[in-house]
């Protein structure tokens, strides 16, 4: 065999064997292998006149089948299963070689893959990938982490299978090295959850506020996804709610046990916004309302629980009432996304990963599930201003925000006195709310932590640390 394939993919489920077609739809050779050889053989029976495969049954043929260096793409469960194929193909490779792993791996497993493996001169790649079945087939966001050297390898191979976003720049970038790729598909995810669950609340409210029926609130998702809120997930969101059930003639969405799932990464962006002290608050609601929905027992022994009668809006006034939820749906999404980029920005200080948030932004326009025309404002504040503090220093984003403020307000009063639980644009606002605050009750908490346990505190009037001797004549001491 010659070693003529200019990249290997390992792992032919289904995104592996998508991501392979791709590269080879794209004019390159790709050699292609699974634990079960028959994988590899319908692959090639299949697909095979898309373009070059090169099947290969043993981990030894397929390292001989890729030409040097190696670029060897794994694409296997995350976790312990990434581990052993590693572990397998690791001592068959040589120095300079490259693995590429192409899971949802945890940043932190990725990090510590990559220092293992440089020991060996074997260039780790962790690559966040976005975009689902279809997406690694036509052309998915690309996140890879690694070092430049890689990128430089690897880089331009990836350019040629990802999206394009509308101005034809491909979305993939160097995002930086070790786990950066990762941690950044894991806020990407993260972001998802968030933009989920607020589509859920709109859509709740447009059907026990503003009375429509799902047919209703998917046209009203279609007229906005015309609008600012243009995304794949709204658009989606339309099909999902519009879909009529086959066995019962129902609404889709009414016969579909409400209890949502999760395979993970939401939730880790959230548990390593805790560990970076960077207030996530819209994407924690979104993953505890995952988990919330999970508890069937408890709701069914809570079903009884008081609440306020229901009121639902008719006419004119559901119209308008509509009208303020897109408002609610925006300002609230706005806040998501710049709690994302905190968290990309804490991150990337913590690792010294020097990441670029516009770089970010762009490559998020297409190709992944976040996709929206939105992201290419996002992109133009951080081009506008790099150091951007955050999204909401942004002019343009204020100024929308604003607009939508009185709104927002009142989407959330309402869906609290009709008793419609809105976690996600609640977090939103509070969080909103907190950052324009002139004065928080933090003042109020140091006071408590110096009472009970002399934590001692700053004081606005002057420099250094203060303690009150509360147990004492309360004269205050220097600490
Ligand atoms: C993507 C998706 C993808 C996957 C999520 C779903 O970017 O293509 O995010 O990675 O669909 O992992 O996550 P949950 O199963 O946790 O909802």
Not at 95 to 115: V, Y
Not at 162 to 170: I, L, N, R, T, V
Not at 241 to 255: C, E, I, M, Q, Y
Not at 335 to 358: K, M, N, R
Request: glycine content about 10%.
């Amino acid at each position: 065999m010659s070693s003529s394939a200019q990249i290997g993919v390992t792992g032919l489920a289904v995104m592996g064997r998508n991501l392979a077609r791709n590269f080879a739809r794209n004019g390159y050779t790709v050699a292609v292998h699974n634990r079960t050889a028959s994988r590899t053989r319908d692959l090639v029976k299949e697909f095979g006149q898309e373009g070059d495969f090169v099947a290969t049954e043993t981990a030894e043929e397929f390292v001989a089948a890729l030409e040097r260096p190696r670029r060897l793409m794994i694409m296997v469960k995350a976790g312990d299963p990434t581990d052993a194929v590693i572990k397998e193909f690791a001592p068959l490779l040589e120095p300079g070689d490259m693995i590429i792993d192409g899971g949802n791996a945890h940043f932190a497993d990725t990090r510590r893959r990559e220092r293992e493996l440089r020991e060996q001169g074997i260039h780790f790649v962790g690559t966040g990938i976005s975009g689902g079945e279809e997406g690694a087939l036509h052309g998915p966001s690309i996140m890879p982490g690694g070092s430049k050297e890689s990128y430089a390898s690897l880089g331009p191979m990836l350019e040629k299978i990802s999206a394009k976003a509308k101005d034809g720049a491909p979305c993939v970038t160097h995002v930086g090295p070790d786990g950066a790729g990762h941690f950044v598909k894991m806020v990407h995810n993260g972001i998802e959850y968030a933009d989920m669950q607020l589509i859920g609340e709109a859509y709740q409210l447009l059907r026990d506020v503003a009375g429509y029926a799902p047919a209703q609130v998917a046209d009203i998702f279609r007229t906005w996804n015309t609008g600012r809120l243009d995304s794949y997930l709204i658009e989606i969101t339309a099909e999902v709610l519009s879909h009529v059930d086959a066995a019962t003639g129902k609404p889709f969405v009414d016969v579909v046990v409400d209890q949502a799932e999760q395979k993970g990464t939401g939730r880790w962006t959230v548990q390593i916004a805790l560990d970076l002290g960077v207030p996530v608050s819209g994407i924690a609601e979104a993953v505890f309302a995952r988990s919330l929905s999970g508890h069937a027992a408890l709701r069914a022994a809570s079903r009884h629980l008081a609440g306020p009668q229901p009121a639902p809006l008719s006419g004119a006034e559901a119209a308008a009432f509509a009208d303020r939820v897109e408002q609610a749906l925006y300002a609230s999404k706005i806040v998501s996304y710049t709690q994302g980029f905190h968290e990309i920005a804490a991150g990337g200080e913590e690792y010294g990963w020097d990441i670029d948030q516009g770089a970010v932004s762009a490559i998020w326009r297409a190709g992944c599930i976040i996709r929206a025309a939105f992201l290419d404002r996002i992109r133009a504040a951080y081009d506008a201003r790099p150091d951007l503090p955050s999204l909401l220093s942004d002019e343009t984003f204020a100024r929308e925000i604003a607009a939508a403020q009185d709104d927002w307000r009142e989407v959330l009063a309402t869906a609290v006195r009709q008793g419609v639980p809105t976690p996600g644009f609640a977090a939103a606002l509070s969080y909103y709310d907190g950052l324009r605050a002139p004065r928080l009750p933090a003042a109020l908490t140091q006071g408590q932590r110096d009472f009970f346990g002399a934590h001692t505190y700053r004081r606005v009037d002057r420099e250094g640390t203060f303690h009150t001797l509360w147990g004492g004549d309360r004269t205050e001491v220097s600490a």
